[in-house]
């Protein structure tokens, strides 16, 4: 994968083998190309008019940019941003959105999604007494929660996360990460971070981004205890970034 915006390269023969079912976290300083990476994985680069892709993003046997259903795809490949992104509207309505969208209108058909997405994202007990009220009123951490049960909703292989965790207090990040950690059994889950621990905590396998280039992928463990470039050493040992 190479990915141009205008006239400046921002990825530079990006190439990754991502496993099923793991977590996998894109580390690398900021502005080294992570977020971009992530988004060409369902293609939300495609809203922006400067950008020119090469490459391929092969999901399933199928090279998505070859295929024109981008609904489709991003039904499969769900996203959760970095800022809790809820619509002002109630928590309920907020999770049934996607569903909704896609013509579900059974009641009791959108109840079990809503109620299982809670569940999933671990938050239905806090949450179940209060289905009808604004989301907007539930906590910073919660609220990024209700936005993980309504990526689940739309029941995707895999979810990207960028920098989930960056806006939330340490005990709703310490929630966030203990739910990226049950849902790998379902999900396949790539998220881009800032914080090397969290990364090494939670991801099954690490990929350093340095310039655009993917200088370092392999497991997590590996990657932190026996970095084999000079440049992840150096990054992961705080002396640069
Ligand atoms: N919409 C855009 N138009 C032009 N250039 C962009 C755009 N988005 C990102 N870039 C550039 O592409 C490069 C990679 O940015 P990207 O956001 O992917 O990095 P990142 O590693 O995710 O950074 P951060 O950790 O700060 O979020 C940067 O030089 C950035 O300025």
Not at 61 to 79: A, P, Q, W
Not at 107 to 133: C, F, H, Q, Y
Not at 161 to 188: C, H
């Amino acid at each position: 994968m190479n990915l141009f915006y205008g006239e400046k390269q921002a990825l530079y023969s990006v190439s990754l083998d991502i496993k099923e079912k793991e977590v996998t976290a894109f580390i690398g300083p900021s502005g080294c190309g992570k977020s971009t990476f992530l988004r060409t994985l369902n293609r939300m680069n495609d809203l922006i008019d400067s950008v020119k892709i090469s490459g391929k993003v092969i999901i399933d046997n199928e090279n998505i940019y070859e295929s024109s259903d981008v609904i489709k795809l991003r039904t499969k490949v769900g996203m959760v941003f970095q800022k809790a992104n809820l619509f002002p509207m109630s928590i309920y309505d907020n999770v049934a959105y996607g569903p909704r969208m896609h013509g579900i209108k059974n009641k009791k058909e959108l109840n079990k999604i809503v109620e299982e997405s809670l569940r999933g994202a671990a938050i239905w007990d806090e949450v179940k007494d209060r289905l009808k009220t604004s989301a907007l009123g539930l906590s910073g951490g919660q609220q990024q929660r209700v936005c993980i049960a309504r990526a689940i909703a739309m029941k995707p292989d895999v979810i990207l996360m960028d920098e989930p965790t960056s806006a939330l207090d340490p005990i709703s990040t310490l929630k966030v990460e203990e739910l990226i950690a049950q849902m790998k059994k379902d999900y396949t889950i790539i998220i881009v971070t800032h914080n090397m621990q969290q990364a090494a905590r939670i991801s099954d396998k690490t990929a350093f981004f340095l310039n655009g280039e993917v200088v370092e992928y392999s497991s997590t463990d590996k990657l932190f205890s026996v970095p084999q470039d000079k440049r992840t050493e150096d990054y992961i040992t705080g002396r640069f970034g």
